[in-house]
């Protein structure tokens, strides 16, 4: 039995990572967002879910362990314990999922690391900066396979944008534009339920709430799309809502690589935005647009030419290295589930690679590593930095 | 170990059926659309992929199923013996999908049946009415659990509409408007390929093509969703695209109960239309409207007020029972596979609830049925009855 | 003082139809439809307002020309004596407009081509096949200037679109779906108001109410777009809403030239469609979708390539002979009333190049005309037919 | 012959301004913006050309004259003349529009208030604010009536949209997001336009291009919808294309009233960006988003329940004061010529009013006024000592 992870019709030329077992996944972490990533590392067919640290609370543990059908015995009350158990067993995890709060991304990430064990970790990174230097460095050294929990990077379209990018389709890029406008921080009572109560703590959320968790989600598309790391911030934070101990709505002027300048919004009280993760990117030819809201959709602009709707489906217009991470029929739409899932294979797949020795074509997998995770823990920490020093420019 | 299939924070009243293993599903079919149930039940938790009859050829069966990592000795050349043999196992099959050319559903279906296993089969059915006859009256005999491949009912959206219909939101329906518009069939040789040769081959595909294989998705949502059966059909059947022995395009004058007019449109020769499912449904005081292409957003009219676009999220008057289908976060988007995975969930509940003698609320478990997939047999035949008898009408 | 009618930088070779004065316009008929015209005229630089037959009653005629500025002695209290009078005059009407309700159509129509005046008459042209004969006969022999209410064919992108078909953009057209959703006679009581209860009496509004009065409209549009004739007709008609003595909905099956197979929908009781007149029309190589209710916008699919957005705009692969047509800045939206000032464009170029004996290139100037206005009669007389022989098919 | 200038439907409690004949217009200027207000002006029914200064060569002047029909008497060569003519006849204008480049706004608007006369003139009102602040001095001493061409708050949407903050629908606003993305300047060549190069001249355009030109407009509606004056800006200008002596593109920190916070973005090279004026407005309680590029609708989101999609169409939520603003049927289409008649309509209605000595309610007639003119100019001058002192905060 052996799976090859690149289709072979999009597999032109050898050789490609193989798997001959589905990979063995731990998971730290018992929230929505760890069931998220289960279903979606299972949906891979490249992942089966062994063990857990799932809450504190040994009995809690079991019982969420439970709901994933994993063995009583590894159900842990403790990362600590899981990577030192799991280390020890034959048949142990290949690779965990951390999705704690973020003040215990580091310590989880570098006890998993330290035990050999692959890592697929939360944004932000880590709270502090030489945090997440110190995972980078323990990343290049042991050559470990190491993955961010940045998701939307991994939708089709927004794979796509990138590599029209890359191609020149829309010249040389001038102006970037990015934002996550949410509204769900509205309800009423939603401060005091568990799940919000600790990002808003800045012991456990770090040093932002609003910038860390959804703001670099947009900082790494704009990064991600135009090729151009962000260099500068000027941040202008906000409490909208009720009082807080952090901000929950940031604006912030940006340049990236080049000077090309920009904005970027995150915000969690823009009634009727959902999941309002968007960017706007223009060139001296053309621009882009892309809305997580419909997010099977990317709007093409050739100035001179009417608009272009692209959209998923072999052989109009799309990259085959984005076709191969489009799981439905023609027409048949997609969602977040599948950006986990693309994730989920190719972080399978760099760990298949790793292991035959092979190195993998940027462009057929390209899941969002450490650095990515590194640079989105500096552009935290330069909006906290100009804020606090009245809006002047910071370099990230 | 054991799964509550209703998530407990929706189940306000009790019991529920629940799970203390996670089920064994074989496959019947080797193609995309098998690869695409998998990963949707794998997604849901309740579900292993564990033997297969995916191809005749037995090489091949055995590399398909690895793939799967499917056992070597669960990988079957045929599904008679699969059936015959899963039957003998202690961990045999709980359930089999069938997802064969459609004049092998009716043999594959009952095989199973007839072993005891649950089914979900592909649309249509059967090629025959009386096959599909004999299907209701074996899994009414039998108490058997049977689902039909309608995955497009179990979309949030969809349910969604269902439940205002039948609310009253939109007064009483007069209208009923439904159409399939597709446009892959024009796409240089793909006539020639494989998996569309069988859908023009009357011997495999039945009576038609276009009209079975897409139209009748159409026909289940009109009826399901506006809760009045198909009652008559008109059918005008054309061969716009290069000539072949089935329709690959069908305009329908419709009747569902009470009388209430409609229209029908299927075709794959609609440029720019790649899964253009579509309903339009009107009453007294108000209208629904829905596409595919668009999932995720519902639109509602109430007359003498703004329009309202309802979309997933926990407390935007989204009904709990529609709720409970959403795995992704608030904003977050979700696709064809969740839909699957729905069904597959429901399908799981069904075998739970049977097993422990629950009855399952028809909100909060509505699987497409084999009765479902009955009337889409007797709409196909109507249909070409009619096209046969130049535009009578004819009853379904 | 002259006015060019085809701006200079459009018009390459000449010569071209100008004006030396503004035209003089005379209104029959006092409804919300005579304004908008009215208003749309006068925009355009072309016309004055100067005559009106307001009202049957003398007192309201004079009440409603004042709104207009009419000097008193030029509203008439009957359209044969306006154009008796009108006629007598050196300063006389040079054209007319005809809005009144539709049994009046022909007589007023027929009055004031008898005085040698241009007539602008709403549709649909007449109740009667034989009168819309006449005044085809009328028009002919005298060389008079006529033309048919049908606005939205000078839309900016419906032309746009057939200029797109005649070119072959999309291939040879095999299917055409037209159709107007309308709501408005959802609204209670609105049955009862005098602009709406002519149009439910078959004396005056003539044998169909939807049909006549919006069906007409979609079945122009696709005529016109695929350059198509409709040939044949089935269908289906509907009182869906408060009994009434003429249909409030239709649906009916088409053939147009070249057997080409087709839908048509109208009907006033589709809840959150207001203006919804739309047309989807496909070929063997792609595609075109417009809707009123976003008239700026044409969808283009070539298949193979991303879906195509025309609007309006200077350079971005719009027509000249469209681009002309329109009057704001780029990027700013349009709506009926320039579609109306289009058609006041293209009527008074008719009778400026009628005058100077210039013949206008059809793609520079094609408003509706009279051989229009009588296709829409014949369509309405063919689909009666069918819908009285329980749907059989009728030659238009 | 007299018009009421408050359609008595709408009027429940007078008394009225009437105009007992159409009031005579002088135009200054003749470029596309010119002939775009005299054709809305005209479609109101309240207005004649009658009077211009339309070049300063006298043979220009003249044959733009002769495309309105103006008389060869009173095509001036200069506005200083036309203000001195004009005002000796009997006949002479009511009203004068000025649409010259920006650094004549001020002399011309000064001449004709000097002559008693009523003027419309282009923003941004002058290039000082010094300048600025004369002319509401002397609109204020005469009482004269005086409007700034803000067009865009006269649609309906917007005027909509003002009513619902008003009327605290969605709550206390917390966040005013504007932009206003063009591209049009991509255009090859364009730069050596006539009516482009005093755009990017500093001696006829001012201190600003962009922001002048476009960010305005964008300023003016963040200000207008949510009622709450812009205090302070902190401004990032560039030039994003060909070098040029003024900003192309400039990215804005806003703070309204109440400390309230937003951004506000304006640029010339944002392709696929054709006329992008767009506001977002959130609450605690709700959200409104407007687009001018699909000006129609306007979304407003009350926190808890589905998104509304607001239009214009009687009896459907829309306020008696805003759908008086409609001239098309219900679901008709409107663009910006409309915007403008209804600036044009409220104007003639402000002077009519003055002469009656009645107040008209700021619901039935608010066009924008001298005061926002002035609000315009001091933006645009805070913004550029923003941009010269590092983006420094700046009191508007």
């Given at each position: 039995m052996s799976s090859c992870l690149l289709p072979e019709n999009f597999a032109t030329t050898g050789p490609y990572?193989?798997?001959?077992?589905?990979?063995?996944?731990?998971?730290?972490?018992?929230?929505?967002?760890?069931?998220?990533?289960?279903?979606?590392?299972?949906?891979?067919?490249?992942?089966?879910?062994?063990?857990?640290?799932?809450?504190?609370?040994?009995?809690?543990a079991q019982k969420r362990g439970s709901n994933w059908y994993i063995e009583p015995n590894r159900c842990y009350a403790s990362f600590e314990e899981m990577a030192r158990e799991e280390a020890k067993r034959t048949d142990g995890i290949d690779a965990v999922m951390v999705t704690t709060p973020n003040h215990l991304h580091f310590p989880a990430a570098k006890a998993f690391l330290d035990e050999g064990v692959a890592v697929l970790c939360d944004k932000p990174l880590t709270n502090e900066v030489e945090e997440a230097q110190t995972l980078v460095k323990q990343v290049n050294t042991r050559g470990a396979v190491f993955a961010v929990g940045y998701a939307m990077s991994c939708i089709p379209m927004v794979r796509q944008a990138r590599e029209l990018v890359a191609a020149g389709e829309i010249g040389e890029v001038n102006q970037i534009h990015t934002e996550f406008m949410q509204d769900w921080m509205m309800a009423e009572g939603v401060l005091d339920a568990d799940h919000v109560k600790w990002r808003l703590d800045p012991k456990q959320s770090g040093p932002t709430s609003c910038t860390g968790d959804i703001g670099t989600h947009a900082a790494h598309l704009g990064s991600f799309v135009s090729g151009l790391p962000l260099t500068h911030v000027r941040a202008d934070m906000h409490v909208l809502g009720a009082p807080k101990a952090l901000e929950d709505t940031v604006f912030i002027s940006t340049r990236h690589a080049n000077e090309i300048p920009g904005t970027l919004l995150a915000t969690r009280y823009a009634s009727g935005n959902r999941g309002g993760l968007r960017f706007r990117i223009f060139g001296s030819q053309g621009g882009l647009e892309w809305?997580?809201?419909?997010?099977?959709?990317?709007?093409?602009?050739?100035?001179?030419?009417?608009?272009?709707?692209?959209?998923?489906?072999?052989?109009?217009?799309?990259?085959?290295?984005?076709?191969?991470?489009?799981?439905?029929?023609?027409?048949?739409?997609?969602?977040?589930?599948?950006?986990?899932?693309?994730?989920?294979?190719?972080?399978?797949?760099?760990?298949?690679?790793?292991?035959?020795?092979?190195?993998?074509?940027?462009?057929?997998?390209?899941h969002p590593e450490v650095t990515d995770g590194l640079e989105g823990v500096k552009f935290i920490n330069a909006a906290v930095k100009s804020h606090q020093q009245d809006g002047s420019w910071q370099k990230v």
């Open positions: 990572p193989r798997l001959n077992r589905r990979l063995r996944l731990g998971v730290v972490g018992g929230g929505r967002i760890a069931s998220t990533q289960s279903a979606a590392a299972r949906m891979t067919e490249c992942w089966d879910i062994v063990a857990g640290a799932l809450s504190s609370d040994p009995a809690k809305d997580l809201e419909n997010a099977d959709y990317l709007k093409l602009s050739k100035f001179g030419q009417p608009d272009q709707i692209i959209t998923r489906g072999h052989g109009h217009g799309v990259s085959p290295t984005v076709e191969r991470l489009v799981r439905a029929g023609r027409g048949f739409p997609e969602g977040i589930m599948e950006a986990w899932a693309n994730l989920y294979l190719e972080f399978a797949m760099a760990i298949a690679a790793a292991r035959d020795g092979i190195t993998v074509d940027q462009n057929w997998g390209r």
